[in-house]
T-cell receptor
């Protein structure tokens, strides 16, 4: 069984602050994939980043970066210099197996205050 | 627009009525998924198609729910004898290739169902 835990329900930051969203996952698959999705108030889920289980290299993409640590089963996501447009619900997700059923966490609501 | 589209965007129905939703995936995407999302929760997997074959159904998908993808393109999700507990956002997603490639899924805007 797969499980994704996002312990932070809501976070508020002031614009231009950095913010890190936590994600802890559980899976028995040896190969799996981790994702972060953004759901703005309009409701449509938007893909942000993906990581494969066999590549723990952390990367930065624009204002987004992530920290994948297999040893602690964590996949944290950081937004640097936050902007009001970053206000949304952020979901961490996990897939594994041949058909890529995705298991989502319960989401973290981020509010960026001007 | 070449994204995933869903119709209708909103549906209000009375308990006991049947409803049908449609999803048009991104052209040439082999895989199509249905999810349900309730307020304050993440999307929950309902079912998955690879081309026209329905390969997986969640236990969340009771006998009142049926999904089809007859020609491997668009898909429909029908709920019979709706109940108030069926009120949710129904999301459709598609992804481009078969096999465990780990490709991201592209989501549609969803159909919000309200059962009175």
């Amino acid at each position: 069984a797969q499980k994704v835990t996002q312990a932070q329900t809501e976070i508020s930051v002031v614009e231009k602050e950095d913010v890190t969203l936590d994600c802890v996952y559980e899976t028995r698959d040896t190969t799996y994939y981790l994702f972060w999705y953004k759901q703005p108030p309009s409701g449509e889920l938007v893909f942000l980043i993906r990581r494969n289980s066999f590549d723990e290299q952390n990367e930065i993409s624009g204002r987004y970066s992530w920290n994948f640590q297999k040893s602690t089963s964590s996949f944290n996501f950081t937004i640097t210099a936050s902007q009001v447009v970053d206000s949304a619900v952020y979901f961490c997700a996990l897939s594994g197996g041949g058909y890529q059923k995705v298991t989502f966490g319960t989401g973290t609501k981020l509010q960026v205050i001007p | 627009d070449t994204g995933v589209s869903q119709d209708p965007r909103h549906k209000i129905t009375k308990r006991g009525q049947n409803v049908t939703f449609r999803c048009d995936p991104i052209s040439e995407h082999n895989r199509l998924y249905w999810y349900r999302q309730t307020l304050g929760q993440g999307p929950e997997f309902l079912t998955y198609f690879q081309n026209e074959a329905q390969l997986e159904k969640s236990r969340l998908l009771s006998d009142r729910f049926s999904a089809e993808r007859p020609k491997g393109s668009f898909s429909t999700l029908e709920i019979q004898r709706t109940e108030q507990g069926d009120s949710a956002m129904y999301l459709c997603a598609s992804s481009p290739r078969p096999g465990p490639t780990g490709d991201e899924q592209f989501f549609g805007p969803g159909t919000r169902l309200t059962v009175l």
